[in-house]
């Protein structure tokens, strides 16, 4: 009762003190615009302490409606565009102005509703849409109410006109899109605790968002029988609502025509046709692209969910592309990889080779150090043990016997490192696995993708040389089939026959036909000579060509015969194959005229994460080699001592991809057992050796490579090259040897020390690889 009655009391003085606050010393009431002052007079002697009250009243409180027709006038505060996109307008003539939810907004002619609907910042539910595919307009999910119109529109393929007043938040829109996904699961099977795409579902979320809570279908639910489209794609057909995503992808992207609809009415599905697999590259990217759980990934099947993995952006090292990934991990384990979006690199999409490669990361690691006994077998042994007897060694050979190799997969921290060490030492002999014997590293623009990923979209006619880019570089190729369909690009082609999914003209197979090109006598020269934005691709195979010096003569002839280079367009590309290419071309590590001679009298070979066959089998018997990796590959058999490295998914590095933008990995999961950093194995043998290196963290490491490529530090920029025409080009000399060009790549899911690891590449290789 106590605390009943000292309740009511504090509520009472509550309510005095906001009814009657203290006085304001010197205080002034001043009457607001537009009202009307009523003071109190005449008030009792007992309240003469208290302060005036004054009432105001507003003209628009006298007239309520009015004030309402005020507000609903209003115009609302201009909304953020989903996803942060920019709107960019060629001319002012292009831009037509639409008003949505009453919000009026500007987008260029051309825009659908459903665009004009994200640039003022509303999202549309939609399944079938998807930005860089063509419009199916099948799912009916994104139907939005428009002013004149009697029923509602699909959003999607609806053109936005001039004037056009667009409502996404009406009733009849609610209701229309209840319905769609009334519909849309009266045959979906209740999978969602089983199903893979649990948790990162469109359907899911969708149907939680715009669903009803309940379904009127009592009926028996259909089902499909799943397809087999290989090792690498999980269907589950039952799921599948038939947007459509994937058979667009297959055929516009992906360039292959394995999938399709077949059937009509509640009989429709999607198939392979004739029960084939799907042989594309980019395969793998239909499961990021379906909305539901219909095609998910076959080796990531039951594994984890998708809220128990930390993700960790990173780049990926298959090929010299630098594809953007984001790696997802539980533990110390690597999960699956997906790509992360960069329009001017990969766009969203990835090659099968960079997303199911991860279980290589995790087969035939190397652990510990190890040092080869006098029976031949390795042992495990400490680092100080390793470390004192490889820097013995360093002591007993000569400088020049001493040669360096950096492998595919070197960063560019432990290139810059490993020279820095070779050259205290005294030897110059030090360079990068697939530069071939003399590359030409004089001026970037020599061995860079000068035209950009992303700027050869725009190029009308394309000569390839001894390159095939499917194989070498799928991200490239989607680009190139890119400016076929949207351009129609004429292609050339001239190297072994080969497996192109777009229209290309076979003009020849060795340098005999890059002659007559250079010379101006063959019929490929007016189709150069005619576009507006010729380019040409080298492949870098060509790096291992005993006439390599008369083929990169006759390919800057046809660079300025051909007029590939102008003031705002560079067409003259070498496309490069491996991640440690372009920045160990950067960093100065380049063989010297007489290295191959000095491999094979080397008494120490220092392999950093080198693996290549051609030259294990040039190193002499007698040599002490010492194989810094993270894989037990090739080398590993050669090697007399071994340190055990980090994978890229474990450390900080940096890397250049083809068209010369510098990027950075980053740590997904700690390192296996006792590896090491590999700049900070060499910063160690050094002071074992007696030859300090004068830096002892990564910042002063990059301090380093400041002085020597700044361009390495600009991470995500593309540093340009400069060209210069003329003199500094080769002499053009028609000593060109008269064997073909032959494939860079033999096996597209088998390239370097961590698909080699890999069981699902393996398994890639040769289900896939025996169908085509």
Not at 415 to 426: I, Q, V
Not at 500 to 507: P, S
Not at 552 to 575: C, M, Q, Y
Request: proline letters at 6%; aromatic letters at 6%.
């Amino acid at each position: 009762m106590g605390l009943g009655l000292r309740a009511i009391q504090r509520s009472k003085t509550l309510f005095s003190s906001r009814l009657f606050p203290p006085p304001f010393s010197n205080s002034r009431v001043s009457p607001l615009p537009n009202s009307r002052v009523f003071s109190l007079e005449n008030v009792q002697s007992a309240s003469i302490n208290a302060p005036l009250r004054c009432f105001h009243s507003r003209a628009s409180l006298q007239n309520p409606e009015a004030s309402a027709a005020a507000v609903s006038e209003e115009i609302p505060r201009p909304r953020t565009p989903v996803g942060g996109a920019r709107v960019e307008f060629t001319s002012p003539e292009d831009a037509i102005e639409v008003t949505v939810d009453g919000f009026q907004v500007k987008i260029p002619k051309g825009f659908t509703v459903l665009q004009a609907c994200e640039v003022a910042g509303v999202d549309i539910p939609r399944f079938c849409y998807h930005s860089r595919l063509s419009i199916a307009g099948n799912c009916r999910m994104c139907l939005v109410e428009v002013e004149k119109s009697p029923k509602p529109v699909a959003s999607c393929a609806m053109p936005a006109l001039p004037g056009m007043k667009i409502k996404t938040n009406t009733p009849v829109a609610k209701k229309a899109r209840e319905g769609v996904m009334e519909f849309l699961l009266m045959n979906h099977p209740l999978d969602c605790p089983i199903c893979d795409q649990g948790g990162e579902c469109d359907l899911q979320d969708q149907s939680m968002a715009f669903g009803s809570d309940r379904g009127r279908f009592i009926d028996t639910k259909r089902s499909v029988v799943d397809k087999n489209l290989g090792p690498l794609v999980k269907t589950v057909m039952t799921r599948c609502i038939q947007c459509t995503r994937c058979v667009r992808f297959a055929s516009e992207v992906a360039g292959v025509q394995d999938l399709g609809m077949l059937g009509r009415g509640s009989g429709e599905e999607i198939g392979t046709y004739v029960e084939n697999l799907m042989t594309s590259e980019l395969s793998g990217n239909v499961i990021d692209i379906c909305p539901v759980g219909a095609l998910t990934s076959k080796p990531f099947a039951f594994k984890a969910r998708n809220w128990e993995m930390k993700g960790t952006e990173s780049i990926d090292v298959t090929d010299a592309v630098g594809s953007n990934i984001r790696i997802d991990s539980r533990g110390p384990e690597v999960m699956r990889i997906l790509p992360r979006l960069n329009e001017d690199v990969n766009e969203e999409w990835i090659s099968d080779k960079t997303r199911f490669c991860y279980d290589g990361l995790k087969r035939q690691r190397l652990n510990d150090p190890m040092i080869r006994g006098p029976d031949g077998r390795f042992k495990p042994v400490t680092w100080r043990d390793t470390l004192a007897i490889v820097a013995e060694v360093i002591h007993q050979v000569n400088p020049e016997e001493i040669v360096g190799i950096a492998g595919l997969l070197s960063d560019a921290e432990s290139m810059m490192a490993m020279k820095d060490l070779l050259n205290k030492l005294g030897s110059d002999n030090i360079w990068c696995e697939g530069d071939g014997l003399h590359p030409q590293a004089d001026l970037r623009s020599g061995y860079l993708l000068n035209t950009s990923i992303a700027g050869l979209e725009k190029a009308d006619a394309i000569l390839l040389v001894g390159t095939q880019p499917r194989f070498e570089a799928p991200m490239v190729n989607a680009r190139i089939r890119k400016a076929v369909r949207s351009s129609q690009a004429k292609v050339g082609y001239i190297g072994p026959p080969t497996d192109f999914n777009y229209d290309i003209n076979h003009l020849g197979t060795g340098p005999s036909t890059l002659l007559r090109i250079a010379e101006g006598r063959h019929p490929f020269c007016g189709t150069l000579l005619s576009a507006k934005r010729p380019a040409l691709i080298a492949g870098a195979g060509l790096f291992d060509r005993n006439d390599q010096n008369a083929l990169l003569s006759a390919l800057h002839t046809i660079r300025d015969l051909g007029r590939l280079v102008k003031p705002e367009w560079n067409g003259f590309n070498l496309l490069l194959l491996n991640a440690a290419q372009a920045a160990g071309l950067d960093l100065g590590l380049i063989p010297r005229p007489n290295s191959i001679h000095n491999l094979s009298s080397a008494k120490l070979v220092y392999l950093l994460g080198a693996d290549d066959s051609k030259l294990l089998d040039k190193i002499p018997n007698d040599a002490f080699v010492v194989y810094q990796g993270h894989h037990g590959d090739k080398s590993v058999y050669r090697a007399n001592v071994i340190f055990p490295s980090a994978a890229f998914s474990e450390k900080e590095g940096t890397y250049e991809n083809t068209e010369g933008r510098a990027q950075r990995t980053a740590p997904a999961v700690p390192t296996v057992g006792d590896a090491r950093d590999d700049w900070k194995i060499l910063r160690a043998l050094s002071e074992v050796a007696g030859v300090r290196l004068p830096y002892d963290s990564a910042l002063a490491l990059r301090a380093r490579i400041r002085g020597v490529a700044p361009g390495l530090l600009r991470v995500d920029e593309r540093e340009e090259a400069s060209v210069i025409s003329g003199a500094f080009s080769p002499d053009f000399c028609r000593k060109l040897g008269s064997e073909d060009f032959g494939k860079a790549v033999e096996n597209f899911y088998m390239t370097d020390s961590i698909t080699r690891a890999s069981k699902i590449m393996a398994q890639c290789s040769s289900t896939l690889l025996k169908q085509k």
